[in-house]
């Protein structure tokens, strides 16, 4: 019997194999860095969404000029959020109470040249108080908060 090519072919398959677990394995942990979302923008996501008080969504519009972001309340009392600034420019809105696991939308004018420019702020300062405890507290975060401009 000639089995000449069986090796070969059974390489190919095992190589197959492994290829299809890889980009099965991309998907599953975020995907390929530099392909769909910036890693910065991943970054930024995840980390803003575990703080005590959570950006969990934002985005800047070319047209507006205008960074809308929705906060999140984390902790396990309610809040009253007094202000949010993103490099040094303080949201026009008023204050807002959130409860906890409660989400509120405000905006921060900020400039983007045209859609498709990436962004990168910092500071982000968010100041509030337990509502609980009646403390006020400072929060500066450590990741700035990067994305793409939207239209």
Known sequence: M????????????????VVIIALILAGVLGGIPGIGKSSSKQA?????GTTDVAI???????????????LRDNLDTSIRVQNISVAGTVNGSSTFTL???GTQTTS?????????????FTPV?????????????????TVALSGVCAA
């Not at 969504?57 to 507006?64: D, K, R």
């Open 2 to 17: 000639n089995k000449r090519g069986q090796g070969a072919t059974e390489y190919l398959i095992i190589l197959a194999v």
């Open 44 to 48: 930024s996501e995840a980390y803003w």
């Open 56 to 70: 969990t969504n934002y985005y800047l519009s070319a047209a507006t000029d205008v960074l809308t972001v929705t």
């Open 99 to 101: 409860s906890p696991g």
């Open 108 to 120: 921060v004018a900020k400039a983007c040249t045209a859609t498709g420019d990436t962004f990168e």
């Open 125 to 141: 300062i968010i100041q509030y108080s337990d509502l609980s405890t009646g403390a006020n507290y400072t929060f500066t975060g």
